[in-house]
């Protein structure tokens, strides 16, 4: 299994991915609560690399509107990273996914586990 780290330097665009996030929240009696949450979507940029201030874009459709989510990499409450597919992709950028008439598939490759 590989390590968060790892897992990490391996993003690319194209990539379908689950990112779990701890997130504290407050209930009603004000007690402080946390908890893991995912979001998953598709990586349309990767920037900066592997440098300290290195961030990826993923964006994902729910109930027809587009969410976009930019996570730094070294952020210390992300707790894992699953790769769930990985598309074909030419471009660095996949930004001409968000437009509004784009109905394409990206094409899939075989995801090694």
Known sequence: MKDLKETIKDLKPGMTIRVYQKIKELNTKGEEKERVQYFE????????????????????????????????????????????????????????????????KLKEKVVKK
Do not use: D, M
């Open 41 to 104: 979507g598709i990586i349309i940029a990767k920037k900066h690399g592997q440098e300290i201030g290195g961030t990826i874009t993923v964006r994902k459709v729910s109930e027809g509107i587009g969410v976009e989510k930019i996570f730094p990499l070294n952020l210390p409450t992300i707790t894992k990273v699953e790769i769930k597919k990985e598309a074909k992709v030419k471009r660095a950028k996949l930004y001409f996914l968000k437009k509004p008439g784009y109905k394409k």
